[in-house]
T-cell receptor, first 112, second 114 residues
Framework: DSGVTQTPKHLITATGQRVTLRCSPRSGDLSVYWYQQSLDQGLQFLIHYYNGEERAKGNILERFSAQQFPDLHSELNLSSLELGDSALYFC???????????FGPGTRLTVL | AQSVTQLDSQVPVFEEAPVELRCNYSSSVSVYLFWYVQYPNQGLQLLLKYLSGSTLVKGINGFEAEFNKSQTSFHLRKPSVHISDTAEYFCAVSRIQGAQKLVFGQGTRLTINP
C-alpha cells in the first residue's frame, strides 16, 4: 500500500459525459501527478500540481482539467468523453517536486 | 526531452532462472532513473531508483539495477526468479532540474514458467 488513494476504482460511462476522478496523496506529500495508461500510448504524464499550483502540463487534452485543493487532494475532470479516453488513470504523489513518486491503485475508466 | 526504450516487450523465463530486463534512455540533461513493477490489475510499485552515488542499486524482492552512464542504460536483473515475479516492468526517467514528470518506457512483460 503506497498511501495514495484513488476513487472510484472503476467508472463506466457513455460518450459525451463528464466524470471526476479523485486522488488523496500520501500524508505530508505536496506534489500530485496524474498519468494516463492506455494500450496504444502506454503511460503518459498529464499534469503536475504542487501545493495547489499547477507546475507542469503534459499531453493533457483541452477537454481535461485538474485542480489541487487546500487539503492537497486533487481531482481530474474529464468532459465530452470519447471512446478513446478509456484508460487507467493514475495519480502519484511526492514530498516535493523532485523526489520519488508513489502511485495510487488507479481508476479504470470505460467509455461506452 | 527525455525518452526511454525498453528493448524487450516480453521476456519468458523459467522459475529459478536469472533474468535481465533491458532499458536504455536518452536525455540532454542529467536524470534520475527508476524501475516500477505493475502486478495484474494493480497500480505501479517502486522497485528501485538511482539518484546518485553507487551505480549498482538494490531494490525490493531481490532485484538490482546498474546505471551505465556511457551506455545510457539502466538494466534490471534478478539472479533467480519466482512465479510471483510475473508482472509488467517499467523503466522511467525524470529530470533532476526542472519539470519532474516521469517519462516511461513501453514496459516489459515478464512471464515466469514453472
Amino acid at each position: 500500500d503506497s498511501g495514495v488513494t484513488q476513487t472510484p476504482k472503476h467508472l463506466i460511462t457513455a460518450t459525451g459525459q463528464r466524470v471526476t476522478l479523485r486522488c488523496s496523496p500520501r500524508s505530508g506529500d505536496l506534489s500530485v501527478y496524474w498519468y494516463q495508461q492506455s494500450l496504444d500510448q502506454g503511460l503518459q504524464f498529464l499534469i503536475h500540481y504542487y501545493n495547489g499550483e499547477e507546475r507542469a502540463k503534459g499531453n493533457i487534452l483541452e477537454r481535461f482539467s485538474a485542480q489541487q485543493f487546500p487539503d492537497l487532494h486533487s481531482e481530474l475532470n474529464l468532459s465530452s468523453l470519447e471512446l478513446g479516453d478509456s484508460a487507467l488513470y493514475f495519480c502519484a504523489s511526492s514530498l516535493t517536486g523532485g523526489d520519488t513518486q508513489y502511485f495510487g491503485p488507479g481508476t479504470r475508466l470505460t467509455v461506452l | 526531452a527525455q525518452s526511454v526504450t525498453q528493448l524487450d516487450s516480453q521476456v519468458p523465463v523459467f522459475e529459478e532462472a536469472p533474468v535481465e530486463l533491458r532499458c536504455n534512455y536518452s536525455s540532454s540533461v542529467s536524470v534520475y532513473l527508476f524501475w516500477y513493477v505493475q502486478y495484474p490489475n494493480q497500480g505501479l510499485q517502486l522497485l528501485l531508483k538511482y539518484l546518485s552515488g553507487s551505480t549498482l542499486v538494490k531494490g525490493i524482492n531481490g532485484f538490482e539495477a546498474e546505471f551505465n552512464k556511457s551506455q545510457t542504460s539502466f538494466h534490471l536483473r534478478k539472479p533467480s526468479v519466482h512465479i510471483s515475479d510475473t508482472a509488467e516492468y517499467f523503466c522511467a526517467v525524470s529530470r533532476i532540474q526542472g519539470a519532474q514528470k516521469l517519462v516511461f518506457g513501453q514496459g516489459t512483460r515478464l512471464t515466469i514458467n514453472p
